[in-house]
């Protein structure tokens, strides 16, 4: 498949008021409607216009065309779960191991999963396009917010700290799209929520040298 890159893919402008963004986002969501009710293939800018009550026009002046609108989902995704696990770290700083490991994983699936009918959406069109630029630096940034928080753990240490921190990002992201892609259940779903916070304690524990004295 030719997978267009993300310089292709940018938006005309971005909002620059308050309502050119409560604009952005009736089309954001008129779009994910509009993909479930008739897939990727049948959507069009004509017919999510239609949907967000917006005229083409309006939709033109931020996406060109189809494809631009499809990867502004799929980058508006990626900012919410940055920020929110950002949030987080501001959150988890200084705290204990086990509390670190349940705190990263909760956030990470809450943020995953606060909207599930546009994550689902989202998932089935991420690959219509070239991510691997995007995903390296996302995964970049989770990496180093996880780094960071277990520089500051007081209860345990770590031989190769990046190392871990890049091994708990995996882990976190790696289960979250399995279940994604391949069954999204609400069984899977819970199964997650209550394995995964102990896999990635775990895993810590299994890192670290020791507790301090």
Known sequence: MNRPPPALLKPRKAPQQARSAVTIEAIHVATIQVLLAGGVGRLTTTRVAARAGVSVGTMYQYYP???????ALV???????????RDAAARLAGSDLGTVAHGVA??????????????????????EFDLSEMMSRAAQRMTQVIDTLLANVPD????????AAFMLAALLGGSVRVVMEAEPSEENFARLR???????HAYLVAASQGALA
């Open 156 to 163: 345990a240490r770590f031989a190769d700290r990046s190392s």
């Open 75 to 85: 980058q508006r995704q990626f900012d919410l779960i940055d920020t929110a696990m």
């Open 194 to 200: 209550c394995e995964l916070p102990r896999a990635c």
């Open 106 to 127: 909760t956030a990470w699936l809450d943020a995953k999963m606060a909207d599930m009918v546009a994550s689902r959406a989202i998932y089935g069109i991420a690959a």
């Open 65 to 71: 065309h189809k494809q631009a609108l499809l990867f």
